[in-house]
């Protein structure tokens, strides 16, 4: 009997291959008969390493190439970061599964001598490649020199132990999925830095009319993991924003509700518009969307358009 044959498209990086691999090992799991096969495909992000993500512009610059392949029949289903996925999707493509998600929180990371965040000296050189959590980091720290830092996470481990800063700001998930947990000073409280939309879970993107895949992929999603990451992009998408600006959001359950927190900040820190909504969690995309409009309300929009050049 043949074997049923699925390809999944992945980025090459250590930790996209890790949760590539983590898909494959569930799959499996439920069809040890399956015959599993991963296909690495580079994209524009992984090309462009030399120029801070903000300034490559577009959105999708992680997912774009997958998608291609996916829509001309060479993978069945692709594996993403959620904090890398678009709100928009190309059409014929849907985001099937959302895995149970990590811990969402960013991880500040430093030498031995300095024991938290609160304790980096006057004027630190702090890495990190996210906008998001610069504006955040200099609203708390307007002392901190902060510079892009790009590369997979052993990279930035490495010139963190070089010297090269002072510490480096991560996302926890990543360093745990990655075995470096022990690397971790301090896992920073979302009051300190709300994390990226979607960060700590893992989606699987297929073909919208792959009734087999699509079936398949029902085992893998975790319901809780989906209606907080549904709100959230939710937000993110009323904002039409990409991971490249600086918008924050953090949705979780609690006691029956949905408890969402969003942030959009100025890059040099001085401005943090921040608003909180909770509802069910049926309401989810509709929450995600008022609390968007509760910030553009408040002024988000003006900060907003100094990066998208309006």
Sequence with gaps: MTKRKITIATRGSKLALWQAEWVKSELDKINPDFEVELNKIKTTGDKILDVPLA???????????IEEAMLRGEADLAVHSMKDVPTDLPEGLHL????????????????????????????AHVGTSSLRRI???LNKRPDLKITQLRGNVDTRLRKLSE????????????VKRLGHADRITEKLSTDVSLPAIGQGAVGIECRVDDEF?????KKLNHEETSVCVRTER???????????VPIAAYARLK???????????????????KASLKGKPEEAVSLGTRLAENL?????GKILAEFYGN
């Design 55 to 65: 300034q490559v512009g577009g959105k999708g610059l992680f997912v774009k190439e």
């Design 96 to 123: 099937s599964a959302i895995c149970e998600r990590e811990d969402p929180r960013d991880a500040f990371i430093a030498g031995p001598q300095i024991k938290n965040f609160q304790a980096l000296h006057q004027g």
């Design 135 to 137: 504006c955040q980091l």
């Design 163 to 174: 010297g090269q800063f002072d510490a480096i700001i991560l996302a926890t998930a990543g």
């Design 213 to 217: 895949i699509n079936n398949l992929l």
């Design 234 to 244: 939710a937000f993110l998408k009323k904002l039409e924003g990409g991971c490249q």
């Design 255 to 273: 006691d029956g509700n949905v408890f969402i927190e969003g942030l959009v900040g100025s890059l040099d820190g001085k401005t943090l518009i």
């Design 296 to 300: 553009l309300s408040k002024g988000a």
